[in-house]
């Protein structure tokens, strides 16, 4: 769907969502987007044809960086298909309380006045299924020292996504990490394990043979390559701007932190370590903190560019 609004000073702001486009005035306030759900992606866009000298934008008491697409000319008001074009990535946590939200948008055009306004984003609910599995006691009935050093890796990976590299990383699409596959399963899942309540299920699974290649989903640096008590063999890669994507239950692993990793270049191989039930790769995203589908990124990165990548599809266990 596309809502239009006038626009005032030859600027414009889009809300993108998988559900559509939300297009409304710099000046305006306390418009309504169309509602996104819990682990969901957004993509806001700023388009001036005025040259732009800053633009932030604050969501979940944080601020969100953007990054340029395109600048417009010194002299674009005499050409109207000059834009100057800044995106930012907005996540909603898998967990993230249904409700209306403001996202605050700051502007500043050069040489010109700095404006700003906000938009109220809706999120519902989202619609999980209940998963009960069995898995090893251990991971259930954890002993003190395995609790232990679960909960300094929990508090290890939180303060990684916590860093937000200022600069974008990546160059293009971002794909599915293992080739032939454009679906996976239990993003969000309600887990019961042995019985009783887990947490929900963060990531996306693909099920593969043990020593499938793992490609990274796109250019990044590695920010961490361990074994942790859960996850297994895990690697994480940082794309900059607070995106960050984790690989996990890996037999092993073929990178080591530090390493600046092009798109596709293989990371790992599929495996079975950790909390599992079979072989397979556990794909997680998370976005200023918020855990949300990585498949959303695939889609809506790649419509965005017009250039989104359509391997061959592979039905998932």
């Known amino acids: 769907m596309l809502y239009r609004f006038p626009i005032r000073y030859l600027l414009s ?35 001036s044809r005025k040259p732009l000298s800053e633009v932030t934008s604050e969501w979940n008491s944080k601020n969100v960086p953007f990054w ?79 609790i232990k050093r679960a909960n300094e890796e929990r508090d290890k990976l939180r303060a990684l996504f916590d860093q937000v590299t200022p600069e974008k990383l990546w160059v293009g699409d971002f794909r599915v990490p293992l080739d032939g596959v454009t679906t996976g399963g239990n993003f969000g899942k309600r887990r019961v394990l042995n019985g009783q309540p887990g947490s929900p299920h963060s990531g996306v699974d693909f099920p593969a043979v043990t020593g499938t290649p793992v490609h990274a989903a796109q250019q990044g640096r590695v920010a961490l390559a361990q074994e942790l008590f859960f996850s297994g063999n895990t690697v994480v890669l940082d794309h900059g701007l607070g995106i960050y994507t984790f690989y996990g239950h890996l037999s092993e692993i073929d990178v080591k932190a530090g390493d600046e990793l092009q798109p596709g270049q293989v990371l790992g191989k599929v495996g079975a370590t950790g909390r599992v039930t079979g ?20 889609k809506l990165l790649g419509n965005a560019s017009g250039t989104a990548m359509r391997p061959k599809a592979a039905k998932p266990k």
């Open 68 to 146: 340029q697409v395109s600048s417009a000319r010194a002299d674009a008001s005499e050409d109207a298909a000059a834009v100057d074009l800044r995106r930012a990535i907005l996540g909603v946590d898998l967990e993230k309380p249904p409700g209306t939200y403001p996202v605050l948008i700051h502007v500043q055009i050069t040489g010109g006045k700095a404006t700003s306004c906000t938009v109220q984003i809706p999120i519902r609910a989202g619609k999980f299924a209940i998963e009960k599995l069995q898995v090893g006691k251990e991971f259930v009935e954890p002993s003190p020292e395995q």
């Open 13 to 47: 702001i889009v809300l993108r969502m998988t559900l559509g486009l939300f297009l409304f005035p710099a000046q305006a306030s306390a418009k309504i987007a169309p509602a996104s759900s819990q682990g969901s992606l957004l993509l806001l866009e700023v388009r």
């Open 279 to 298: 072989p397979h790769l556990h794909w997680g995203l998370t976005v200023e903190r918020a855990r949300v589908n990585p498949l959303q990124l695939v």
